[in-house]
């Protein structure tokens, strides 16, 4: 079996948006859901140091990494049949708008709000109003970035499957 630059960027981006995809779902299907059960305080604390945790340099090169690799995957497949490359050039689009962009423009900017909000010193009536603000709205977001990323690695999957 001859492994090809085509190929393997394509078989790079379905696994960085793969993972992407995954961390998505799991955040929303289990973490968001299991604090949004705490207290205010509880739930700011917990979404605050995981929001810092997160930002590590594995995860940005899975996150930003998926875009840049499925660039080069968007060059490196154009020779293939016109749909299954469609389906790479709409995967690679769909993760940058749905996960890149919502996230930088949504979930980051509340992320920010939240993290330089001082808990410890709030009063529960100040805990409440920031939650209230952080909570939707960024659970919102995250619906959209779980839809576009299962979605991307869907279309990369197939697009792999079939590629001729």
């Known amino acids: 079996m001859e492994?090809?630059?085509s190929s393997l960027?394509?078989?790079?981006?379905?696994?960085?948006?793969?993972?992407?995809?995954?961390?998505?779902?799991?955040?929303?299907?289990?973490?968001?859901?299991?604090?949004g059960q705490l207290n205010d305080l509880g739930y700011?604390?917990?979404?605050?140091?995981?929001?810092?945790?997160?930002?590590n340099p594995l995860f940005f090169a899975v996150f930003?990494?998926?875009?840049?690799?499925?660039?080069?995957?968007?060059?490196?497949n154009k020779g293939i049949s016109p749909e299954h490359f469609r389906l790479i050039l709409l995967a690679v689009s769909l993760y940058f708008l749905g996960v890149v962009i919502v996230t930088v423009f949504g979930n980051v900017p509340l992320n920010q709000i939240l993290d330089k909000a001082d808990l410890v010193n709030s009063s529960e009536e100040e805990l409440r109003a920031l939650r209230e603000r952080f909570e939707n709205p960024w659970n919102r977001f995250h619906i959209i970035r779980i839809?576009?990323?299962m979605t991307s690695f869907a279309l990369l999957i197939i697009a792999g499957i079939s590629k001729s």
Do not use: D, H, Y
């Open 147 to 149: 839809i576009a990323s």
């Open 44 to 55: 700011l604390q917990a979404f605050q140091k995981m929001n810092r945790s997160i930002e």
């Open 64 to 76: 930003f990494g998926s875009f840049l690799v499925g660039i080069a995957a968007i060059f490196t």
């Open 9 to 35: 960027s394509l078989f790079t981006v379905t696994l960085l948006v793969g993972l992407t995809a995954g961390i998505c779902f799991t955040w929303g299907n289990a973490v968001t859901p299991g604090i």
């Open 3 to 5: 492994i090809s630059t």
